[in-house]
């Protein structure tokens, strides 16, 4: 199994998108890019803008080889509306479910994304808590789970992709999991290889609370103890934080002693970590812009 993230905010953006392919399908899930629109009360740095040009061509590039493309959720890092919907052309499209289990905000936008896509694909179907095959290789969709740590901000699905020798779990946006229905998913699963967004530690105190993040280094440590772990890759939320390795040094102990590879996705990737949203601050001051920072409507991640 090839998996390649394309998109991350271990590589300057707001995203999770990620590139699978076995010897049967080409999978892309999560086919979206943002920023936050606000860090430290400041906009997008212009390095931040270009980077998510730059993500952008990317997943077009690889979206356009796929044959499968899966949107978790519709927040704007994970679906992007308004860019090239081309890459939908004639694929197989699987999205959650856009009246169940969701929120208002998130109705809105699947309602929206859905008429923009309309007549592009050659299938689409609702994904969640449902199974599918393209020849060995099994699509495993979670039933909705919260994105967070209550139905707030909606619900996501998660993702598992087996090919019969390795077993890819994916989780979205589940800020944890601090929640036993998201740690579940991943306990039942079994993944060699996991990648999960991480608690929202940068927002420790404001939007996430300390118990929630002590729910999610318990979660995640059961994780690395009772799966086959070969790979974890932490990111997306997380990599928001720049005490992101002390936040989760229980967790990463654990898989050193299991020897299991604790690794961002751009570490996975073989790319250089740019935390451009962590140092927002400081790039402002090493590298002021020439000017105003124009707003976009890739800006803003939720």
Not at 37 to 43: T, W
Not at 106 to 129: N, S
Not at 251 to 269: I, M, Q, S
């Amino acid at each position: 199994m090839k998996i390649v993230p394309i998109a991350s905010d271990s590589m300057g953006t707001r995203s999770m998108a990620t590139y699978v392919e076995t010897r049967d399908v080409k999978i892309f899930i999560d086919p979206g890019v943002a920023l936050g629109p606000s860090r430290y009360g400041l906009p997008p740095h212009p390095l931040e803008l270009q980077r998510l040009d730059e993500h952008w061509a990317e997943i077009v590039e690889y979206a356009r080889r796929s044959e499968v493309l899966i949107v978790t959720h519709y927040h704007y890092d994970h679906h992007s509306p308004w860019e090239d919907l081309d890459i939908y052309q004639g694929k197989t499209v699987f999205v959650k479910h856009p009246t169940e289990k969701i929120n208002r905000s998130q109705r809105e936008r699947a309602a929206f994304f859905l008429e923009q896509i309309k007549g592009k694909p050659e299938k689409l179907e609702y994904c969640d808590g449902k199974e599918v095959s393209f020849g060995n290789t099994l699509l495993r969709f979670s039933s909705p789970v919260f994105h967070g740590t209550n139905p707030r901000l909606g619900y996501v699905v998660e993702v598992l992709v087996d090919d019969g020798g390795e077993r890819f779990l994916f989780t979205s946006d589940v800020e944890g999991p601090s929640v036993r229905e998201q740690a579940q998913f991943v306990l039942e699963n079994q993944p060699n290889i996991l990648y999960v967004d991480g608690p929202m530690s940068y927002m420790l105190g404001y939007r996430y609370s300390q118990q929630s993040l002590q729910e999610s280094i318990k979660n995640l440590t059961q994780i690395v103890k009772a799966c086959p772990l070969k790979t974890l890759i932490l990111d997306h939320h997380l990599l928001r934080d720049l005490e992101w390795k002390a936040r989760m040094q229980r967790v990463l102990e654990e898989a050193k002693r299991r020897g299991v590879k604790a690794l961002t996705a751009a570490d996975y990737a073989g790319k250089p970590l740019e935390m451009l949203e962590a140092r927002r601050k400081e790039l402002y001051q090493k590298q002021p812009p020439k000017g105003e920072v124009k707003a976009r409507k890739a800006i803003g991640g939720d």
